[in-house]
């Protein structure tokens, strides 16, 4: 006899049966998540509504079911009652359980056999010094080797379990099983910083939810598998979403399409998990590439608004593209010849990674938002081109970039991050709307070239120090300029700036900073700028001069620095009265404040 019990959430109405325990009563029932190819004696679950989206629609729905099953109300006995077998009957109540149950679970006043048709899982841990514990666990993403896609759960008290609570120590070892058998589905080991790494899982472990086309027919994992086997021929589409767990390769004129939700390819253990010659389109889904190196990408891979991920990174070739918006949750690796092209807003590179962001090869930005994501600076390649024709670009980098010598960076529109430059930077042109501006709260440092460029933030010349050389450069308002002094030469002990140009303008600070204990002495010059001529009036002046403090009875004279832009040391002027002492300066600090100083926008109209 069968009795429906009808429980409604905000993301569905599920009819949950409650069915009493009988032989067989479970065979034939398939995991609508997991499964095991290799054999015919499935565990397992039957079909439910439980592929039903997103990660909290399923957290939501298995914590409602789980507050009406009553396992957490039974008595813990010791030698009778004990974590185990909560695990074990929770898995019965759940998800059922490979005959015969064992008589201990089937105690009407506790057991109701697959009530809630959920695909649960047993999971033991262990760990050194310790008896050990058992769980439950719940899959609720869509790729049971991630850690996060599970929920882990406690059937003593009903709660989730986590690594560094009590049932999951930090050194423990955590596999999933299904109750009943002692294979692992999938392992891993909880480090003492909590950090979960996978240890191994089934070699047939494959997501049973899944929709493969074959050039726009439906086939079968095993028929995708033989068709895919050595390799997706040119001219053969695979579209669909799923997963795919073993190496996949794709030759020239292939192609690779996610139609709904996420597709899973290749297979991590292999350093030929994942490569094609052709194409891949996301469209507006998340595609995961697994592969135990670098995942080689083809002649195109475009992302529609959709997501790229690979634990290992992505390789682009020579002659390969990039082109879309979206995410790219992978370091990139792009050879020379090479392309990156955003048509919207795009993210691209690994934050966790000190080998985030490398490329050798060309980026465009369109008049759109990219984002560099890198442990340290992300590398820029051959070309970066920033903005359009009419619009400007907007390059993000929350760790900073790096343009290594030989390389350019072009266009117009905004850099916001920390620059290390050490090849070429050039902007369009000179108008505002035409230079290449670095935001305000960022440092642009190296030796590299600048030419039509606004800054906002700081300029740090040279690789500290350092001489730099500068075309039609502009400062703005909250711009400043900071030059080092550790000795008497120009550009290796001290900063040196060489500016050229019609359309040099001066706004900001000056700020000047010793170096190396250095310590100035009376009758030394210092020539910080190099110029032909600087504009008249404030537009050829900085706002604020910021000097640093000089041993007992020197003061700086700053009279040459608008002239030949040259700071000297002098005597401290005892006597003088305060008139006559022109540009000496006698203190820690001297500032300059303009009236109505106007704004490079003003200057440069």
Not at 178 to 189: E, K, L, M, P
Request: glycine content about 12%; aromatic content about 10%; hydrophobic content about 40%.
């Amino acid at each position: 006899m069968r009795r429906a019990v009808v429980i409604a959430t905000a993301a569905l109405a599920l009819f949950l049966a409650r069915s009493d325990a009988a032989a067989g009563y479970i065979e034939d029932r398939l995991n609508p998540f997991i499964r095991w190819t290799n054999t015919t004696d499935y565990y397992g679950y039957g079909l439910s509504d439980w592929d039903m989206g997103t990660h909290s629609e399923k957290e939501d729905w298995f914590e409602h079911c789980a507050s009406l099953d009553i396992v957490d109300t039974h008595a813990y006995v010791p030698g009778e009652w004990v974590c185990h077998d909560f695990a074990v009957q929770t898995c019965v109540n759940f998800a059922g359980y490979r005959e015969p149950i064992p008589a201990e679970y089937t105690d009407p006043a506790w057991s109701t056999p697959n009530r809630f048709n959920l695909p649960l899982y047993y999971v033991l841990v262990t760990a050194p010094g310790w008896a050990g514990h058992a769980i439950n666990a719940i899959l609720v993403g869509y790729d049971p080797l991630d850690f996060d896609d599970w929920y882990f759960f406690e059937p003593q008290n009903d709660r989730r379990a986590v690594p560094g609570g009590w049932n999951i120590p930090a050194g423990s070892t955590m596999r999933t099983r299904i109750a009943g058998d002692r294979r692992n589905i999938v392992s891993w080991q909880i480090a003492d910083d909590l950090t979960p790494t996978l240890l191994d899982h089934h070699d047939d472990l494959v997501l049973f939810r899944a929709e493969f086309k074959h050039n726009g027919s439906p086939v079968t994992y095993a028929q995708l598998l033989a068709l895919t086997t050595p390799v997706l021929s040119s001219g053969h589409t695979v579209s669909g979403w799923g997963t795919y767990n073993a190496a996949f390769t794709g030759a020239a004129a292939s192609a690779i399409v996610a139609d709904d939700g996420y597709m899973i390819l290749g297979d991590a253990t292999s350093f030929a998990g994942f490569s094609t010659e052709g194409t891949v389109d996301t469209q507006a889904n998340t595609v995961t590439l697994r592969s135990a190196g670098f995942a080689a990408l083809g002649i195109q891979t475009t992302l529609g608004g959709g997501t790229l991920i690979a634990a290992n990174g992505i390789a682009l070739g020579s002659g390969d593209n990039l082109v879309g918006s979206g995410t790219v949750d992978a370091k990139i690796a792009a050879q020379f010849g090479s392309t990156i092209r955003a048509t919207g807003d795009l993210s691209a590179g690994d934050s966790e990674s000190y080998a985030g962001f490398t490329s050798d090869g060309e980026l465009y930005t369109g008049a759109h938002t990219v984002t560099i994501h890198d442990a340290d600076a992300g590398v820029l390649g051959s070309l970066t081109v920033l903005g359009a024709a009419s619009a400007g670009g907007t390059l993000a980098a929350p760790n900073g970039l790096l343009i290594e010598q030989g390389k350019n960076l072009v266009g117009r529109g905004h850099v916001a991050g920390n620059l290390v430059n050490q090849g070429s930077v050039v902007g369009d042109g000179t108008a505002p709307a035409a230079r290449i501006v670095f935001d305000e709260g960022y440092v642009v440092s190296g030796t590299g070239s600048l030419k039509k460029v606004l800054f906002n933030g700081t300029y740090s010349p040279g690789n500290s120090p350092g001489l730099t050389h500068l075309a039609n450069a502009a400062w703005g308002p909250s711009a400043t300029v900071n030059v080092e002094i550790g000795g008497r030469r120009a550009g290796s002990e001290y900063d040196r700036i060489v500016l050229s140009g019609e359309s040099v303008r001066l706004d900001g600070t000056l700020l000047v900073d010793l170096i190396d204990a250095f310590e100035p002495r009376d009758g030394d010059t210092f020539q910080i700028f190099d110029f032909d001529a600087l504009p008249a009036g404030p537009a050829g002046q900085f706002h604020t001069v910021d000097l640093p403090p000089l041993g007992q009875g020197l003061a700086w004279d700053a009279a040459g620095l608008y002239i030949d832009g040259t700071l000297r040391v002098a005597p401290e002027p005892g006597t003088l009265s305060l008139a006559a002492l022109g540009a000496l300066v006698t203190l820690c600090r001297r500032r300059r404040r303009q009236a109505n100083a106007p704004s490079i926008e003003q200057q440069t109209a």
